[in-house]
C-alpha cells in the first residue's frame, strides 16, 4: 500500500504530538538544576546535563517535523528546498521530513 501525503501527515502529526509530550515533561524534570557540589561526576549532574542533551535533540527534531507539516499546509511538500526539483517519493517514504532530494544531500546541501 502506497503512502500517501495524508497518511504521512498523520503520521507526522502524531510524531509531533509525542515529541511535545516528551520536551514539556523533560523540561518540567529539568527545571530544577541538580547540586554541583564537591562531588564531581555526581550521578545526578551528569543525568541532568545528558537529559539537557536529549532535550535539544528532540526539540530540533520537533521542529523539523513541524516545518515538513507546513510545507503539507502551503502544497510544497516533495520539493527540494535547494534546487527547487521534485523529491522522489521513494526517498519521502523513508525520510518524510526531508527537505531536499539524493542528489543536494549527496553535494552537501543536506538538511
Do not use: F
Request: hydrophobic share 35%.
Amino acid at each position: 500500500m502506497a503512502v500517501t501525503t495524508k497518511n504521512k501527515k498523520a503520521i507526522l502529526q502524531r510524531e509531533l504530538d509525542e515529541l511535545l509530550a516528551q520536551i514539556s515533561a523533560l523540561e518540567k524534570s529539568l527545571a530544577e538544576k541538580p547540586d554541583y557540589g564537591l562531588g564531581k561526576g555526581a550521578p545526578s549532574v551528569t543525568r541532568w546535563e545528558l537529559d539537557q542533551a536529549l532535550l535539544q535533540r528532540l526539540k530540533k527534531r520537533a521542529e523539523s517535523i513541524e516545518h515538513t507539516l507546513s510545507q503539507m499546509a502551503e502544497s510544497a511538500y516533495g520539493t527540494c528546498e535547494q534546487c527547487g526539483k521534485p523529491i522522489h517519493p521513494d526517498r519521502l517514504a523513508v525520510l518524510p521530513n526531508t527537505r531536499v532530494c539524493i542528489r543536494c544531500a549527496r553535494e552537501g546541501k543536506d538538511e
